[in-house]
């Protein structure tokens, strides 16, 4: 499976669980968007991620760490 952008809730999970030392309340978009495109199942053209898209991926991985 290839992880886009628009999967937030996958993307998420996966940050949770590579990143279980992260509070991901505190994590700024610059690093949260090189760690997304380091996922091993990420493939997504960098330029289509804009700070809505970072915002919710940071609110699904709050969710996901509670």
Aim: charged share 30%; aromatic share 10%.
């Amino acid at each position: 499976m290839s992880l886009k952008w628009v999967d937030v809730l996958e993307i998420a999970i996966q940050l949770a669980e590579s990143k279980p030392e992260v509070d991901p309340r505190y994590v700024n978009f610059v690093d949260l968007k090189n760690w997304v495109q380091a996922l091993p199942d990420f493939s997504d053209d960098p330029s289509r991620c804009g700070e809505k898209v970072l915002e919710a991926i940071q609110g699904a991985w709050i969710e996901e760490a509670d």
